[in-house]
């Protein structure tokens, strides 16, 4: 990754706000989608989003010190 030049914006998942993206926090979130039947037909799909949030909205969900413990916990 080059770092001349005007980096990529992206949007803030919260508020909306536009981010370089080397400022903004990713957090990858995981989403259920279900048909909701209870018979065998029910069909349930997983998926992993990966959205970005701005330094303010990062710290207010508390995202950080998510980030923080999991660091912890890798380094020990």
């Known amino acids: 990754m080059s770092t001349k030049g005007r980096e990529k914006l992206v949007n803030c998942a ?3 706000r536009r ?3 080397t400022k903004a ?3 990858q979130r995981g989403v259920v ?3 909701d039947l209870k018979t065998a ?3 349930k799909v997983f998926e992993r989003r990966k959205e970005y949030y701005c330094p303010s909205c990062g710290k207010h ?3 950080y010190d ?3 413990k999991m660091m912890a916990r ?3």
């Open 25 to 27: 926090v990713s957090y």
């Open 61 to 63: 969900r508390k995202i």
């Open 41 to 43: 037909d029910d069909i």
């Open 33 to 35: 989608y279900s048909t």
């Open 66 to 68: 998510k980030k923080k």
């Open 74 to 76: 890798y380094n020990q």
């Open 14 to 16: 919260s508020c909306g």
């Open 19 to 21: 981010v370089p993206r």
